[in-house]
């Protein structure tokens, strides 16, 4: 167990928190056993056998002890020995392998739980995570009290977990991998860091075995030497890294969400469940977060509700607008038409005990007058209705076109969701018709153009005669033609070949655009440069 | 006892005409389709704010789309337009393209695509865009014998059309008519454009359009030709075409011939 920052149970993991009073950190290291990572602490009367299990993971073609629950500490095993000796020191251990993907997707549920004490979370795989609890641990009580809150519900889930608060995040992780629930004060983290081992820097093993046979023991050994001497031994990043624990500057965290402009949240003491309630509270929040964004004279153009469940699982529920929102009701209407459309409805289990609504991106609003110009107020009912639309059946389903600078029939137009774009595409210059000419291009065009069966040409470059599409035989009586496409070749690897399309009517009266893929005897030869017969599509349909 | 029965009978009958049919002076005006004949049916066209369905003749897409793209034209003139479609008939039919609106005249800007995943998503949001009144139409098109477009579907529309002043219409391919609230219903097959010569291309939109039902007239069937550079139909015009030359010795019947068939 020497060497190692923290050895922990079956299932768990271990915290810490840091200080300062600019910043303060809190970090929680897990060491996460393979595949269900939530599971009950063994009860009181359960079999007390205590059989030791361990989970293993194959390093370099030997399969190494991975985790060790406290059963196999005692029993002598430890971690990153071969699970051979493990069994011959141990014969009745419990062996699970090991899961990273699950170990990470656990992590990812505890930082979403962790979100409830601030927003900024930052993930520390592959068992840490580090929170930024600047300015937020006074609303549950102090340091202490947070401290407290976090690690006693992590171990009631049946999590290891050791915490720490500092004023840098490494060295709030140092401190947790010797012990937990230390509160270093700002400053003060030279001497806390100080005494433990040097393994606790969380740095390569090379590094930390090399500073072992150089007889640096403690962190505190090593800040004693000059950094010169350390650096040219172990390279600059261990400095760096070493001066942070030590508090003397600190590495930035990434938390994994951008941290929202405004962000308000009920808790609840008993925990709801009904719609009803869910709703009045969307309301109210809605409200609270419009009076927050007014005063500021912004308006959301990306919200977000997270509804948290008692039991730790958290719903995030988005939803984006084209305009920013300045109205409650909108902000009320946008989410009744998102929750009514999930494909899984939101399920309050044993009910939500915080409902938090956060505006992720905001823009200033101009007030503009709106009674007198009709049109403003007719883009604003547009814009509503696509942001109502939007947010039931998804964004990238309501759609504006914008003209592309091609002439290949299929890559001339450019769907965009409306939401962003409605303003580009109603100020967009589309080609102009030719006054007198009868359309040139379809009204429906086929994404893919779909293969015809043409019996014969008259010609070899000629229009077809008779074409079968969808199993239905099709007598051309008149055609218009060719018009002659060729492929961008700046563009294409050369694959593509030049199409003649032709306007074709049946004896119907249908009229199709058909063309004819590849010029006859220039591209349409075989390796031997025999010609060889063309394909036929049929690419849209006229009015 | 006769008697006053039919008066009743009478009185009763005269007040269901009148809640049936909402006087001339309270609708709103009319918009012209550009046919005459069409029209004088229609008592002057097409009624707004209301539910139009449009039936492709078998699986005639192309020319119910220009059909119903026309009044959607003409209905919503300067402001935009919702189109509403299901996925699936993107494949089956192809896309709207956006070239080939403007080729009809249509501008494209004004137009909102919405693209649903099945009928019962395209009917809602068809339904919620008709309660926007910034709209100049609604365009649902539906792909099949959708079961879920029946009779109380149809009434929702046609109550939300009336409601907001924007008209519904729907477009209906591979389907056959099933009893609805629409104002008016159209069967539309493709028709031969009209002949050409060397100088006046072929190739200008016609469609057989059937009206089978019209709520307050009568119906017809005609042969209707979309202008496309003023952008409404007509009867379909005659285009200069060789002629055989007049005999000299019969004047009557050859020019009754010869005005039959520039007529046809």
């Not at chain 1, 590094?207 to 040219?232: M, Y």
């Not at chain 2, 137009?111 to 709209?135: E, H, N, P, Y």
Request: charged share 20%; with cysteine.
């Amino acid at each position: 167990m020497a060497g190692l920052p923290l050895l922990l149970a079956g299932e768990g993991w271990g915290g810490g928190l840091s200080t300062n009073n600019v910043l303060r950190k809190e970090r929680a290291p897990t060491r996460i056993a393979s595949g269900d990572a939530i599971r009950p602490p063994p009860q009181a009367g359960e079999a007390k056998k205590e059989l030791p299990s361990v989970v293993v993971a194959k390093d370099h073609n030997a399969i190494l002890l991975h985790a060790v629950d406290e059963a196999a500490v005692r029993t002598g095993l430890s971690i990153g020995l071969p699970l051979a000796n493990a069994r011959a020191i141990c014969p009745e251990l419990t062996v699970y392998d090991a899961d990273p993907a699950a170990d990470l997707k656990t992590l990812n549920d505890i930082a979403d739980w962790c979100d409830r004490f601030t927003p900024l979370v930052a993930l520390d795989a592959p068992y840490g995570l580090f929170l930024d609890i600047t300015g937020c641990a006074h609303l549950f009580g102090g340091e202490r009290a947070l401290l407290q809150i976090v690690t006693h519900a992590l171990s009631r889930r049946g999590f290891a977990v050791s915490a720490a608060i500092a004023g840098t995040s490494i060295a709030a992780r140092t401190l947790t991998r010797h012990v937990s629930g230390k509160i270093v004060a700002d400053g003060a983290e030279a001497q806390a860091v100080g005494p433990l081992p040097v393994s606790a820097l969380g740095a390569d093993s090379a590094v930390t075995t090399g500073l072992r046979r150089a007889g640096l023991k403690t962190i505190g050994d090593v800040a004693a030497r000059a950094p010169h001497e350390i650096s040219a031994r172990f390279g600059s990043a261990f400095t760096t890294l070493l001066g942070h624990a030590l508090g003397q500057g600190d590495a930035p965290i990434s938390p994994r969400k951008p941290l929202p402009d405004y962000i308000v949240e009920k808790r609840f003491p008993e925990p709801i469940a009904t719609d009803t309630v869910i709703a009045l509270t969307l309301s109210s929040l809605a409200k609270m977060l419009v009076a927050a964004m007014d005063k500021q004279g912004k308006g959301a153009r990306q919200l977000e509700a997270s509804f948290f469940r008692t039991d730790g699982a958290v719903r995030a529920i988005m939803v984006e607008t084209g305009r920013p929102v300045t109205r409650p009701e909108m902000i009320d209407r946008l989410f009744r038409e998102r929750l009514d459309a999930l494909s899984d409805p939101l399920d309050p289990g044993f009910g939500f005990d915080l409902i938090r609504l956060a505006a992720g991106r905001t823009e200033i609003v101009v007030q503009q007058q709106r009674d007198l110009d009709a049109t403003v107020h007719d883009n604003d009912e547009i814009s509503a209705l696509i942001d109502r639309i939007a947010a039931r059946i998804g964004g990238k389903r309501v759609v504006v076109h914008l003209p592309l600078e091609s002439h290949i029939p299929e890559r001339s137009a450019l769907a965009l969701p409306a939401q962003h774009h409605l303003a580009a595409a109603s100020a967009a210059a589309w080609p102009e018709r030719v006054v007198g000419e009868p359309p040139l291009r379809p009204l429906r065009l086929f994404e893919r153009p779909e293969p015809i069966k043409v019996p014969f040409a008259s010609v070899p470059d000629g229009p077809p005669h008779q074409f079968t599409w969808r199993r239905a035989l099709h007598a051309v009586v008149r055609v218009e033609g060719p018009e002659r496409i060729a492929m961008e070749w700046w563009k294409q690897d050369g694959a593509a070949l030049t199409r003649d399309y032709f306007r074709v009517e049946d004896a119907e009266g249908q009229r199709f655009w058909i063309f004819r893929d590849g010029l006859y005897e220039n591209e349409l030869r075989d390796e031997a440069g025999a010609p060889v017969a063309a394909n036929w599509y049929v690419h849209g349909l006229f009015a | 006892m006769n008697g006053a029965r039919t008066g009743t009978l009478a009185s009763l009958r005269g007040s269901i005409a009148r809640i049936e049919a909402p006087s001339e002076a309270a609708m709103p005006n009319r918009i012209a389709l550009g046919h005459a004949s069409a029209d004088a049916m229609l008592r002057g066209g097409l009624a707004p704010a209301a539910l139009h369905e449009v039936f492709a003749a078998g699986h005639q897409s192309g020319a119910a789309t220009g059909f119903i793209a026309g009044l959607a034209g003409l209905i919503s003139a300067r402001k935009p337009l919702v189109w509403v479609r299901q996925d699936f008939s993107d494949r089956e039919n192809g896309a709207l393209s956006m070239h080939g609106l403007a080729e009809l005249g249509l501008d494209p800007r004004l137009l909102v695509t919405v693209r649903a995943a099945d009928v019962d998503g395209a009917l809602r949001t068809a339904a919620d865009a008709l309660a926007c009144d910034a709209l100049g139409a609604v365009v649902l098109e539906v792909w099949g014998q959708a079961r879920q477009l029946d009779l109380v579907a149809s009434r929702k529309l046609t109550l939300a059309a009336q409601a907001s002043g924007v008209t519904a219409l729907v477009l209906r391919i591979a389907a056959t008519p099933i009893p609805s609230t629409a104002e008016t219903r159209w069967i539309v097959r493709a028709a031969h454009s009209p002949p050409g010569n060397a100088a006046s291309p072929w190739g200008a939109p016609r469609v057989e359009a059937e009206l089978v039902r019209n709520r307050h007239g009568p119906v017809g069937r005609w042969i209707m030709e979309w202008k496309c550079d003023e952008c409404q139909f007509s009867e379909p015009s005659a285009y200069p075409q060789p002629v055989a030359a007049t005999p000299a010795h019969r004047p009557h019947q050859a020019q009754a011939r010869a005005g039959h068939r520039l007529a046809s």
